[in-house]
Nanobody
């Protein structure tokens, strides 16, 4: 049973940065691709970034050039570095297996506001 615990969210001004962490409890090596997702109020959850075991990354157009996803298998952790944040990035952020979606964690709230 793999579980995910997200952290690192907070309140930040437009243009600011945050780094989110996703602690993976279980065998991260069994997960080929990890994803960061977000859900804004009144909207569906959306995929924003993916990283494979080999380090290949993919991003939603809305975050390309601003967000960077990475994974440290030795630490069983996946990161999301978010720069140049915009108010429309405000959401609860979650991580999960990109291929076989497992139970969702509680997420971490990111609020971008002046």
């Amino acid at each position: 049973q793999v579980q995910f615990v997200e952290s690192g969210g907070g309140l930040v001004q437009p243009g600011g940065s945050l780094r989110l962490s996703c602690a993976v409890f279980g065998n991260i090596f069994s997960i080929y691709a990890m994803g960061w997702y977000r859900q804004a109020p009144g909207k569906q959850r959306e995929l924003v970034a993916t990283v494979t075991n080999g380090g290949t990354t993919n991003y939603a157009d809305s975050v390309k050039g601003r967000f960077t996803i990475s994974r440290d298998n030795a630490k069983n952790t996946v990161y999301l570095q978010m720069n140049s944040l915009k108010p429309e990035d405000t959401a609860v952020y979650y991580c999960n297996d990109r291929i076989t979606v497992r139970s969702w964690g509680q997420g971490t709230q990111v609020t971008v506001s002046s």
